[in-house]
């Protein structure tokens, strides 16, 4: 599976943005797709999760009421929507599979596909 993100940019705090991974290769009948980030200096995070099939998605604490995961299934794309950056939400955001995990335990499998990840600076 190759996963391609974008969307990324510079972006005033307040602002939205909407980044997009491009899932193409091989394809599994069940999967769960992911956003994580990695500010600067600091560990990767698990930030949203969609189980591909079902649509059904789980978010991590920080995530929660701000950004909104979606997949187009007809474009084989997930998209994450961030709505009222800040400053602290700089990172890079990376996109990911599995199809041995869901979801809801996305967060904490690690998966086994990867973008190559979109820089997003919010700027105060």
């Known amino acids: 599976v190759q996963l391609q993100a974008s969307g990324g940019g510079l972006v005033q705090a307040g602002g939205s943005l909407r980044l997009s991974c491009a899932a193409s290769?091989?394809?599994?009948?069940?999967?769960?797709m992911g956003w994580f980030r990695q500010a600067p200096g600091k560990e990767r995070k698990f930030l949203a999760a969609?189980?591909?099939?079902?649509?059904?998605?789980y978010y991590a604490d920080s995530a929660k009421g701000r950004f909104t995961i979606s997949r187009d299934n007809v474009k084989n794309t997930m998209n994450l929507q961030m709505n009222s950056l800040k400053p602290e939400d700089t990172a890079v955001y990376y996109c990911a599979a599995d199809p041995f995990v869901t979801a809801q335990s996305m967060g904490f499998s690690p998966p086994g596909y990867w973008g190559q990840g979109t820089q997003v600076t919010v700027s105060s």
């Open positions: 290769g091989r394809t599994f009948s069940r999967y769960a």
């Open positions: 969609i189980n591909w099939s079902s649509g059904s998605t």
